[in-house]
């Protein structure tokens, strides 16, 4: 029997108001949802550009405190519609995270 995997859709601009995207109570949110999801989640962000650091630490790099390692993000994590200018962003986090 095949094993049905669960994929959480979040929308960022339905989910979240736009004061969220910029803020750690925002990313706070979002580290919730993903941390109550069993599964995968994907996460579409319709090309709209966080650029917020403390958005991005607090939702996805502080995952690392929580037990998750940089490849089970990358796995569970779908970052759909990304804007160009976060994925750098996103990536220096999760390096200087896995770090300490």
Same mark, same amino acid.
């Given at each position: 029997m095949m +094993? +049905? &995997? =669960? &994929? =959480?859709?979040? %929308?960022i601009k339905k989910d979240f108001t736009a004061e969220e995207r910029m803020t750690r109570d925002g990313g706070e949110k979002l580290r919730t949802m993903i941390l109550t999801?069993? %599964?995968?989640?994907? &996460? %579409? *962000?319709?090309? =709209?550009?966080i650029a917020s650091v403390s958005f991005w630490d607090e939702s996805i790099a502080k995952l690392l405190l929580f037990g998750w390692s940089v490849e089970e993000i990358r796995k569970?994590?779908? *970052?759909k519609n990304i804007h160009h200018r976060d994925e750098p962003i996103i990536e220096k986090l999760l390096k200087a995270r896995s770090k300490s």
């Open positions: +094993m +049905m &995997i =669960k &994929i =959480k859709k979040i %929308d999801n069993q %599964d995968s989640v994907s &996460i %579409d *962000f319709h090309h =709209k550009p569970k994590i779908e *970052f």
